[in-house]
């Protein structure tokens, strides 16, 4: 592999040639603020808060973007890098609506996390929202696009990570935001809810409405676990709030199969969970009803009805069908069951269905 060696804030780095100089500065723990830059999205360097001083360029550069070269020299500390870092901020926040008070991701928030790294106290200048109505067409994902610092990285993850290409800019200048065709309501527009578009805005124009004030961010404790919808086998994070599961999310750092990606399902369909009519014991029917037994019972009785049938019919009159929700070692043991204990290979699994 060729290597390049630079000097990044005066400490000198060796890194993979190909790599941008925000690769390199991570490499050697140096941090460099990010905005539009995802780990997971191609690069498009278009918000400028990573930009860093090269020696011999007149104009500072996105760090993000820009490839290192040999002998490179970067300061990525200077007055003059952290004065072009606020003015970015600066004009952020007064281009939205960015009241934390009254906002979701009060204390998640990548912007929020800026302005108090850059120690920024007040507007600069006057704050001019666009007024946008909040989306809520739909019960899954929350759209305020007053929050839309039109970083694009949602726009990078539905068109290039999922490839479900149903956002994009829209509209001109002042005017730009991030729109469905036709800038529908995301209810009304081709969205199929992954919520890749949630997982990487770095404010509060994309939320969860499920997790809506439900727990502060810094309330929320993370379980990963696996996904139990289908066999793939994606890795998530339950966020638990006093013993209750308020949100799903997962992180690309988790890596295969899914690299921080979810489907609607693992993402949005946890409210079974806590469900008030969730079944928590056997039930038995009776003629026209049922009743609850305990585990014993209900197993005593599934077994006896096996032995009958098999004593009157013949074991290959029993039959089993197993499910994707299952793991693989209960997977197995259920056709294990009924070869060697009732004596048929009539099993199969619904991912042949
Ligand atoms: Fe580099 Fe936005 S993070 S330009």
New binding site residues.
């Given amino acids: 592999m060729d290597t390049v060696r630079l000097v990044i804030d005066g400490k000198e780095v060796t890194t993979a040639a190909g790599n941008t100089i ?1 690769m390199a500065a991570r490499q050697a723990k140096i941090h460099i ?5 995802h780990p997971r999205l191609p ?9 860093v001083e090269v020696e011999g360029r007149p104009a500072l550069v ?4 820009m490839p290192v070269a040999e002998g490179m020299v970067v300061h990525t500390k200077t007055e003059r890098v952290l004065r072009a870092r606020r003015l970015v901020v600066d004009l952020l926040l007064a281009s939205g609506d960015h009241n934390c008070l009254l906002c979701q991701s009060n204390g998640s928030c990548e912007l929020q996390d800026l302005a108090y790294e850059l120690g920024i106290e007040s507007f600069r200048f006057p704050v001019d929202s666009p007024g946008y109505p909040k989306d809520t067409s739909n019960a899954m994902i929350e759209r305020d696009l007053n929050k839309c610092i039109l ?1 694009g990285r949602c726009v990078r993850a539905c068109n290039e990570v999922q490839v479900n290409e149903v956002i994009d800019f829209g509209y001109r200048g002042g005017k730009a935001k991030i729109v469905t065709a036709w800038d529908l309501p995301y209810g009304e527009s081709e969205c199929v809810f992954c919520g890749e578009c949630v997982s990487v805005c770095p404010t509060g124009a994309l939320t969860e409405r499920q997790a809506k004030f439900k727990a502060r961010p810094w309330k929320l404790q993370k379980v990963r676990t696996t996904c139990a919808y289908c066999g793939v086998g994606c890795q998530l994070e339950l966020n638990v709030a006093e013993g209750q599961v308020v949100k799903v999310t997962s992180d690309y750092r988790y890596g295969p199969p899914n690299f921080g990606s979810l489907c609607v399902k693992g993402r949005f369909g946890y409210d079974f969970i806590h469900h008030p009519e969730r079944l928590k014991t056997p039930l038995v029917r009776e003629k026209d009803s049922f009743r609850e037994a305990s585990w014993d019972e209900a197993l005593e009785l599934v077994a006896k009805k096996f032995s009958e049938i098999r004593s009157r019919y013949g074991a290959d009159a029993l039959a089993g069908l197993t499910s994707a929700k299952c793991t693989n070692e209960e997977n197995y043991l259920f056709q294990k069951f009924f070869r060697a204990v009732l004596g048929t290979n009539n099993v199969d699994h619904c991912a042949r269905l």
């Fill in positions: 925000l603020p990010t905005l539009c830059y690069v498009s360097g278009a918000c400028r808060v990573c930009v996105a760090s993000c973007a970083c």
